[in-house]
């Protein structure tokens, strides 16, 4: 098992996310035999002793990990957990040198506001120093607001952390399917032929939710949309999708091709935002049989809030591989269905051999990477129908990406594991960072002005979006699997 002589120091131990997803994680591996880290040390404000915070992360896994929650583990992992309050100034982390031997990780489980902070007060503690073994901090999304603070926080971590410590988590890219999305590309000789411009017309990246803000609020508001989803996880999609084969499997290759396709981006024009980019705000409306209001009558969100809970941007790569091929993604809160998908639409074929038959017109053959609400590859193709006369039907040739019998792991195990084992592939480097912010300025930018337009809860989200596609483009509907 590797990593077992690891501490773990989660700071903001006592919030949301260590309860959520971060400690069923753990809790996960550790049953598996995974990962047993020697020690587990949360810190946070509340005044809270060992006990009390043992008793909290017990119900936390009886709710979030009930499937998995057996006393016997528990207890053996309860063990292991230390708590210490404080406040994120150096003199009070000092405290947790006592606490920390060997290698470690510092996970930042903190309102992204703090994270800056927070790296810089454990350097001053000199807890990055790897004088008895290496020091890793977890940094979770988002990476900044907006390019100038973006730029910021990384000037602030590197004041004492070397980029070799710092893992950006971006969960989307621990979820296997996505994962996937490079094994299926790269280890299929078919796929690769067909991959660029020359067969290719449009890819859209959609990740639909139907849920609202959940508790989010303070963060929400002042985020939105392309700040919350389209900046990061979708931007990982989309760079997961257009990069160029790499020679070899190797964690800056991967990111070095990545960020080649962030720099390949044509510039959005500032002056001409509206046929590039499209934001909605949810009004009331009715999700899946209940009636939910507006979003400015959600508790606490000001009546007059601009924030947009629907984002969609138009990409277009310029490279040979991909010229002229726009890339749309979209996505937004209180839609149709919960539903994420890749789908790549490729070009009709040529007409000439069924002119003037039935045939004449079929839509265009598309790959969908389906990740909500089942993790499947489906390829819609054409084939003929049964009878007398020549008519075609559409097929769906599918391949569910889980078998019944195979385990299913979250995202938090399988980035864990990778900060364990030093594994960098799938976090993000700085300049990733700096230049997906790039590519949206001009975005940004312009939202500073106007308002987003409203959207009945329950639908497709705003019209809008439409006036970003090119002629001929069409969005696929949201949640219908057996759409072609």
């Known amino acids: 098992m590797e990593g077992n002589d690891v501490t773990l120091v989660i700071l903001g131990a006592t919030g949301d996310l260590t309860r959520r997803l971060l400690m069923p994680a753990i809790y996960r591996l550790f049953v598996r035999a995974q990962w047993q880290p020697r020690h587990i040390v949360g810190y946070g404000r509340s005044e809270w002793t060992d006990e009390r915070f043992r008793e909290h992360l017990e119900k936390s896994l009886k709710e979030f990990a009930r499937e998995d929650f057996e006393r016997k583990s528990w207890k053996e992992l309860a063990a292991r957990l230390t708590y210490r309050p404080g406040e994120l100034h150096a003199e009070h982390l000092q405290g947790l040198a006592e606490l920390v031997e060997g290698p470690a990780i510092f996970y930042l489980a903190l309102p992204p506001g703090l994270f800056g902070e927070a790296a810089e ?42 980029e070799s410590q710092v893992y950006r988590i971006d969960h989307y890219l621990g979820k296997e399917t996505v994962q996937n999305l490079m094994v299926f590309r790269f280890a299929n000789r078919f796929i690769e032929p067909v991959w660029n411009a020359a067969h290719v017309e449009q890819v859209q ?23 919350d989803m389209l900046q990061n996880h979708l931007m990982q999609l989309f760079t997961l999708t257009a990069m160029e084969p790499p020679a070899v499997w190797h964690p800056e290759v991967l990111r070095d091709h990545k960020v080649e396709v962030l720099r390949a981006v044509r510039p959005i024009p500032e002056t001409a935002v509206e046929r590039f980019a499209a934001r909605g705000q949810y009004a009331a409306g009715t999700v899946q049989g209940q009636q939910v209001p507006g979003y400015r009558e959600e508790p606490n969100i000001p009546r007059d809030s601009r924030t947009e ?84 039907r559409h097929l769906v040739l599918s391949a569910p990406f889980r078998q019944d019998d195979e385990p299913e792991f979250s995202a938090y195990e399988q980035l864990l594991l990778d900060v364990v084992r030093g594994d960098r592939t799938h976090f993000l480097r700085h300049d990733e960072v700096e230049w997906a912010w790039r590519v949206l300025d001009p975005v940004l930018k312009a939202w500073q002005h106007g308002a987003p337009e409203p959207y009945a809860a329950g639908g497709e989200g705003p019209t809008g979006q439409h006036r970003i596609l090119e002629p001929g483009h069409v969005w696929r509907p949201i949640g219908k699997l057996d759409n072609p």
């Not at 454990?122 to 940094?139: C, F, K, N, P, T």
């Not at 959609?206 to 949309?225: F, I, K, P």
Request: hydrophobic residues 40%.
């Open 121 to 162: 007060a454990l350097g001053q503690a000199g807890l990055h120093r790897e004088d008895d073994g290496w020091r890793r901090i977890v940094i979770e999304k988002p990476f900044g607001s907006d390019l100038e603070s973006a730029l910021a926080l990384h000037r602030q971590i590197h004041r004492y952390w070397q």
């Open 205 to 227: 990246i959609t990740v639909a939710e139907t849920l609202g803000l959940e508790g989010r609020w303070r963060y929400y508001d002042q985020a939105g949309a392309l700040r």
């Open 309 to 392: 809970t629907f984002a969609a941007v138009k990409f277009f790569v310029d490279t040979w591989r991909w010229k002229g091929v726009p890339f749309y993604l979209r996505s937004g809160k209180r839609l149709r269905a919960d539903y994420s998908e890749v789908a790549i639409g490729f070009r009709e074929v040529p007409t000439h051999l069924f002119r003037q038959t039935p045939l004449e017109g079929l839509s265009a053959n598309w790959l969908i990477f389906r990740l909500k609400p089942s993790e499947c590859i489906d390829l819609y193709a054409w084939a003929r129908a049964p009878g007398l006369q020549l008519n075609a």
